[in-house]
């Protein structure tokens, strides 16, 4: 099976979402961070699955503007 390893600033976003939910629910928390990692490494395991989303640049289109 394919590793699932996600960069430091994923790891810590996934992480204060983790928080955040858990303020209400700490259950709940833990259960949206398993289904996350598990349909992550069901995705590494099977790359062909899930939809296409072509990048940016392939696209022609540029990221939106905050500004």
Do not use: K
């Amino acid at each position: 099976m394919s590793e699932v390893r996600f960069s430091a600033a994923a790891e810590s976003d996934l992480l204060d979402i983790v928080d955040f939910i858990a303020r209400d629910n700490p259950r709940a928390a833990r259960e949206w961070l398993a289904a996350v990692r598990e349909r992550c490494q069901l995705l590494a395991a099977h790359r062909s699955t899930g939809r296409y989303t072509p990048r940016h640049e392939e696209t022609h289109l540029s990221p939106p503007h905050h500004g």
